[in-house]
């Protein structure tokens, strides 16, 4: 049973099996929207602090071992009842624990100056099953993860911070696997300031709403009505840089348009005209354009006209 508050995106939760699963959603109340990504392996290359092995799962098998295992679980994400959860890991209370171990994480945090409370670390690092080559997935909650962007630029503007080599962005890039080119990525890319490089090891810094903000409406997949390619108005970027990404916008059919790729998180600011294309989808009284109906997002993207054309 959960004791604490809800899970919420970016946490991460173990099923009674041992597989763990990082929270890909906020509306957590009876079934905890998340995805597979690590379950327990005799042969595995991951290693916890209990000498245990796990196996990193790739989206596709993830989604293939639970239609076969735990078909109860599927959804448009996976969605583990409540019932079936035995711990939760929270970024922002085992923050300490891996600061202790890893230098760069204590390096990030005086960096960033915000309340302790308000950041935490995601991923392998949370699941105490980080190797050498791992990233590191930093989050602060909330309205101070711009003020830890602000200290983000001037530390790397003062040199506390080494800039990302255009061999890491070349990385990223490759990684992300964009619908376009890798021109027109690093324009919008440089801009945000959502990632970075300490000592070598590339980091996201990542935003998720305080439980302030979050409301507890349903992830659920609308009426399709096809791809769509939309030029508009942002009218509000507030949520830009949320899973899902949320742009409102002037146009004539579409209200909304949702990333939930990463890639396109920040790609807009509120007042500049964007080009996007993905699926369209009817909400109640309104229809929303979905970037990211796949993993790779192919076919699908979010770019800002105004940007380009200064």
Known sequence: MLRMLPPRLRDFVEDNDGWLYAVA??????RIGCI??????PDGERVNRSGIRYQKLDFEPAYQLIKDTKPHYLDIIHRVPTSDVKRVLKPEIELPAIASRDSRVRKLMEIFSVPA??????????????????DI???????DWFIARERLISAVKSGRLEPMSEELWETVYSKRKPEISFDDFILHEKRKWNRGQIEGTYFD???SRGYEEIRNDPSVKGEVF?????EALVTDATYAYDNPAVYSVAHEKISQVLSFTHTY???????????ARGICERHGDEYWLIVGTTREARGEYIKSI???EQ
């Open 25 to 30: 959603a906020y509306d957590n109340i009876d």
């Open 36 to 41: 597979l990504r690590y379950i327990p392996d």
């Open 117 to 134: 409370s308000l950041m935490g670390c995601t991923g392998s690092l949370l699941c105490g099953l980080e190797i050498e080559s791992s």
């Open 137 to 143: 997935d930093f989050i602060v909650y909330g309205s």
């Open 205 to 207: 810094l990542l935003y």
């Open 226 to 230: 096809g791809p769509l390619t939309i």
């Open 265 to 275: 998180s920040g790609q807009a600011i509120r007042g500049e005209m964007i080009q």
């Open 306 to 308: 105004t940007l380009l």
